[in-house]
Structure formats: structure tokens, C-alpha cells
């Protein structure tokens, strides 16, 4: 398709696919590939659109989107107008860009405040001179890269109160350290992506740890592995910073609209950095945050899509996120007799997902959702994996929905879960009833 200079909306997505796309080659990366030349450059020419606006930085391995949806949630009943930014998206790219406006609060849909195909395309627009100026000096932009600008350029445009960056992959080198954050969030570190960012947990804490950069910050630190607090500790001491642990004994009798022990932690951390905020003139009252905590909306996390039986998807994505799931299940239904489709990503330690997965499940279908980094599963790791549990192997998830829901009766749970890739192909065939193949 060719686009004309003054793009609309049923452009878009063509614009944004010209643009090299590491989200889809995440397997075949190497860490040189990443570097924050680029985007400072288009940042540069694009005006810097972030330099008035007040963010707050989040990084870490789990917890990151619900800690933004959390603090997001938080800071709209508190009357902000907040734009949130994470990644990836489950249906449309809009979903990542996000303005939570109090005067639209409480909205029933998961993706509120999505920037408008217009609006995209507006922005866009003006950006595709600054893009085309860089490629044409011998540099290629990511599909991240330009997302990433685009959202500043767009929170700038709507005069948002606080601006809430999910990082992409990493910290150091991720696309939205190339601005400066008001207060930087570093939620759990566990291993992942580690042929990116190092094969131990110390390399990977000091890639995020990379968002703390500078003395005028504030931090907050979620609970850690001590190899891994230690590193946090010994970075904010290199600019003099005193930051916050978040400590989730004090806050086990939270309620939140997020399932599982785990999101107290993800709740708790949100807390600290709102509660931060009350320092820059942006107060949360226990009210506000008590409502942001309950009506928050996070899809794709312990989401029950139906029942009868109880349809859940969960994005276990890599190995502290199934032990969260594993935890997650036993708490809501300790009886009860689950199916398990389970699909992951390429670059994913399959080993750790599917041990900590394995014991929940009464059968597992395997399955691989249409996107380029998709894991093909073998039946001889398969049963190194699950030993002598129940297991089969279908081509693609509209097939395993299929077997799984011949299988489960009206009192069992079937539970869809891996890669965001397959949640979303499963709410799209569930909910949105549009029909996914691999073909």
C-alpha cells in the first residue's frame, strides 16, 4: 500500500509495519541491537515532547503492566488525567496508548481511553518527516521506537497531569529511557528475555536497574531477591537516592479487582509511588486509592471470559508468572479439575513454565498462537516436561479452545494461558467472536 503524506486512519498499522519490529524477532536479538541513539535523535527533531511532562518509569520482569494499571487507576480517581503507556498490546495497537480522563471514569471497557484511529494517524502524520529524516542518514527506527515517541508526543498534545512508562524490554537500553522520569518503579526481577539481557539474575537487575539515572528521582523498589535488592541498593547510592521498599505485610488486607497473592505485591508498589506523588501536588487520597485498587482493569490477567464452565486467561508468560498462576489457581479453585491450553513464546524458558504449570492441570494441550515467535511443541520434551501427566499437541488454538471445551465439564476450569499472543487469540475467538486459524 502506498500512503500519501497526510496519512488516515486505515493507514496506519501499513505505516507502522514498514518499521523494523524487534517485538516479532525477540528470538533471534542480540543485545547489540539496542542502543538509545535513534530515538533521542527523533525525539530531538519531534521536539522533545517529554520534557514538560511529569513520568513516572516503570521496569522489572512481572508485575509491570499491572503496577501501571494499578497506579493508573489510583491516579484517575484521584481526578488526574493520566496517559499510560505499556506493551504489548492484545488486539489493536491503540491499546497502548491510553488516556485514563477522570471525567470518563469507571468505563467498562478494558481499554479506555485508547488514542482514536484519527488521532493516531494525526500524530503520525506528524512524525513521518522527523522518521524519514533519520532513515534516510543510514538508521533504521524501530516499531517500538516510533510508538514510544508517538505516545509522548501525543500525552504532550492532551496536557496529561502524569505520564506512566511501561518499558518494553529491559531498562537501560529500552526505547523509554530516553526521557526522564520523575519517579522510577522497579518492580520484581526474575530471569527472562535472558539472551538479551544476560543469563543471570544480576545482569538482568542491572539492565533495569538502568532506569534509575539521575539524584532528582525518586524510587521505589518492590520486594527482590537479595542478589538482586543488592544491586538496586548500590545504584540509587551512586546518585545519593533513598528509595522506597515496598513492604506487602503492610498491605495483605488490600481488596483489588486483580486476582491472586501476587497483585498485593503489584497493588503495594502502586500505592508507594502514588503515594510519592502527594509530594510533587498530586495527592491520592485513601479513598482514591482504595477505588482505583477496586475498579482497576487489567485484561489478559486472571481474566474469567465465561463459565460453565469457568473460562480463564492468564499471560504466564515465563517462570515467576506461571508460579504466580499456579499460586493463583490453587487459591480460587483448590477442588477443582482444570484443562490447561498452554502456548508460548519462542524466546521463553519452556522448561520453567510448563514445571511450574504441570501440577495444576488434570490434562494440557499445547498449542502455538499465529505470531512469528511461536514455540512449536515436540512430544519428547513435552514429556520431559510433564512426565507422566496428560498432554496432547494441537496446531493452533482455535483447534485446542476446540478440544479443551469437548473435554471440560460444566464444573471444571479450562485455563488459557502462555504467551499474550494466545490470550489474545483466545479472547478474540471467546469474546470478541472473531475467528482465529494458523493458516
Known sequence: MKIGPHMDHSEVNSYLNTFVNFESQLHKLRPEDFNLNRIQKFLDLAGNPAQDLKIIHVAGTKGKGSTCAFLASILQEAGCKVGLYTS????????????????????????????????????????????????????????????????????????????????????????????????????????????????????????????????????????????????????????????????????????????????????????????????????????????????????????????????????????????????????????????????ISEDKDASAICGHLKDNAAHIILTKADHPRAHSFREAECKDYFGNRSFEITENLPQALDKALQIAGPQEVIVVTGSVFVVAEAIDRLVNKKLCTNT
Not at 475498579?295 to 515465563?318: K, M, Q
Open 88 to 343: 504489548p498490546h492484545l488486539h489493536r495497537v491503540n491499546e497502548r496508548i491510553r488516556i485514563l480522563d477522570p471525567r470518563n471514569i469507571r468505563s467498562k471497557d478494558n481499554f479506555s481511553g485508547a488514542i482514536s484511529d484519527d488521532d493516531f494517524a494525526r500524530v503520525l502524520t506528524s512524525l513521518r518527516p522527523f522518521a524519514a529524516a533519520i532513515q534516510n542518514a543510514g538508521n533504521i527506527l524501530t516499531y517500538f521506537e516510533v510508538l514510544t515517541v508517538a505516545a509522548l508526543c501525543y500525552f504532550a498534545q492532551q496536557q496529561v497531569d502524569i505520564v506512566i512508562l511501561e518499558t518494553g524490554l529491559g531498562g537501560r537500553l529500552d526505547a523509554t529511557n530516553a526521557v526522564d522520569s520523575a519517579i522510577a518503579v522497579i518492580t520484581p526481577v526474575s530471569l527472562d528475555h535472558t539472551r538479551i539481557l544476560g543469563a543471570t539474575l544480576s545482569k538482568i537487575a542491572l539492565e533495569k536497574a538502568g532506569i534509575i539515572k539521575n539524584s532528582h528521582q525518586k524510587v521505589v523498589i518492590a520486594p527482590q531477591e537479595k542478589e538482586v535488592m543488592d544491586l538496586m541498593l548500590q545504584r540509587c547510592q551512586e546518585f545519593g537516592i533513598s528509595p522506597v521498599l515496598v513492604c506487602p505485610d503492610k498491605y495483605e488486607q488490600l481488596k483489588t479487582g486483580l486476582k491472586g497473592k501476587h497483585q498485593i505485591i503489584n497493588a503495594a508498589t502502586a500505592i508507594e509511588a502514588a503515594m510519592i506523588l502527594g509530594t510533587m501536588g498530586i495527592k491520592a487520597s485513601d479513598e482514591a486509592i482504595s477505588a482505583g485498587l477496586k475498579h482497576v482493569r487489567w485484561s489478559g490477567r486472571f481474566e474469567l471470559l465465561s463459565g460453565n464452565p469457568d473460562v480463564i486467561v492468564d499471560c504466564a508468560h515465563n517462570g515467576a508468572s506461571a508460579k504466580a498462576l499456579s499460586q493463583t489457581l490453587l487459591e480460587v479453585y483448590p477442588y477443582k479439575r482444570v484443562i490447561m491450553v498452554l502456548g
